[in-house]
């Protein structure tokens, strides 16, 4: 079990060939008949300041670059298959890349998991639906980027293969049912052959996607996802043991957590330790810190701690896409989420209950249900119970605006995030 740590140079390819040959893959991985690459492309909204979308998603060159060495190498079939969290649709994410046209120039395939078959698989009691993509395939290559994350504490290789490798529905049922078991199990089931962490531009404080962008250029990779990750929370000052599902996977046998039995090649761990990495604030101050991101602090208060992205894109995303056109106009409001939200006596403004995870406290606010409930539904609500006529017009002229463009992109958001 070895972990490299490279210093990124600004060459691509260059970076590919150093981690294969540092960590003796050249020749096994040439010899593969179908290799799959999963990158973290799906929780990226293309409305975010560019500074922040090079945080969020895994850096389009590196992957092209894997694809090109790959098929210049004699690889049969290379795949960059990817699904999209609530709301975003990889399609238009793979468009916006320039990826749709460059990888099947240079003998790749792009993949969409959303639209393409799934399979069932029980892991660890729980039924899920996982994309076919991956049963066909002799070799996983892992490509997440390095980010903070406000539920799981990091969100790295592990995260990334097992969260971004089931369908919507599996997504929710898998916070349902204990989201860090179930990231160690599904990791270890899809136990990609190579995981290589872009930390060229990581995302840190607010992730995994509301954070700022940090440039790291570092490049961590290895042929175990939990032992990689571990260097990779390492580096950004983070315990292992303190990130649950990399404990759990440890405790499991699958990886190794402690830092001082992980070989280590290339740059020298203490170098490459970014010690003043802003780690994400606890769950119980992201509404002040999502307020403060969207231009509205002070006007939206979050409720619960277990919530998961679903909930917040069908609110809170709508919210920052609706300010964002009325200049951050809005009446206060507060949103109930998760199994453990809790209506609080004084709460600001209208109470929204969010999701079936709240069902039992539906008589206590405007009640939306769903897992996710409905972005669209709460948008009309929104619109019509928290803006003054004249905010309603500016959103309305907004969204008519993009529905009316050729791209149908949101306009670049506001994000006004400051570190606490
Ligand atoms: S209702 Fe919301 S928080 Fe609950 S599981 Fe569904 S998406 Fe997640």
Not at 79 to 104: C, H, N, Q, W
Not at 133 to 159: E, Q, R, W, Y
Not at 400 to 405: F, V
């Amino acid at each position: 079990m070895a972990v490299g740590i490279f210093r990124f140079r600004g060459f691509y390819e260059e970076s590919v060939w150093e981690i294969l040959k540092t960590l003796d893959l050249e020749d096994k991985i040439f010899n593969y008949d179908t290799v799959v690459i999963k990158p973290n492309f799906g929780s990226l909204h293309l409305g975010y300041p560019a500074a922040i979308q090079e945080s969020i998603a895994t850096d389009p060159k590196l992957v092209t670059a894997l694809v090109k060495i790959l098929k210049d190498n004699g690889v049969g079939r290379v795949i960059v298959a990817e699904s999209g969290m609530y709301g975003v649709k990889v399609d238009r994410v793979y468009e916006a890349f320039g990826l749709t046209k460059s990888i099947p120039e240079i003998g790749g395939e792009i993949y969409n998991m959303d639209t393409g078959e799934f399979e069932k698989v029980e892991i660890g009691g729980v039924e899920v639906n996982l994309s076919k993509v991956f049963s066909d395939c002799d070799f996983i290559i892992n490509v997440p980027s390095m980010k903070t994350h406000i539920l799981c504490t990091v969100s790295l290789g592990a995260k990334n293969i097992a969260v971004g490798s089931i369908d919507f529905e599996s997504k929710a049922k898998i916070h349902r049912e204990g989201i860090h078991r179930l990231i160690a199990l599904l990791a270890q089931k899809l136990n990609p052959g190579l995981t290589i962490i872009d930390g060229i531009v990581s995302h840190e404080f607010l992730g995994p996607t509301w954070g700022l962008p940090r440039k790291t250029n570092l490049l961590i990779a290895g042929d175990n996802v939990i032992s990689t990750d571990s260097v990779a929370a390492t580096i950004m000052t983070i315990n292992p043991r303190e990130v649950e599902h990399l404990r759990i996977a440890s405790e499991q046998g699958f990886g190794e957590i402690d830092i001082g039995k992980i070989e280590i090649r290339g740059e020298k761990l203490e170098n490459a330790i970014v010690s003043d990495f802003k780690h994400c604030c606890k769950i119980e101050e992201a509404g002040e810190y999502y307020s403060q991101a969207m231009g509205i602090d002070g006007k939206m208060e979050i409720c619960g701690t277990d919530y998961c992205s679903g909930c917040l894109n069908a609110t809170v995303g709508i919210v920052w896409v609706v300010t964002n056109y009325t200049e951050g106009e809005t009446e206060p409001f507060t949103l109930v989420m998760g199994t453990d939200g809790e209506v609080p006596k004084s709460a600001r403004g209208r109470v929204y209950i969010v999701g079936n995870c709240q069902a039992r406290n539906r008589e206590k606010g405007v009640f939306l249900p769903g897992c996710p409930p409905s972005g669209q539904d709460f948008y009309k609500i929104f619109l019509d119970q928290c803006l003054s006529e004249e905010a309603r017009r500016k959103a309305i002229e907004g969204q008519e605006r993009r529905k009316a463009s050729k791209e149908r992109r949101l306009p670049p958001m506001k994000h006004t995030l400051k570190y606490y």
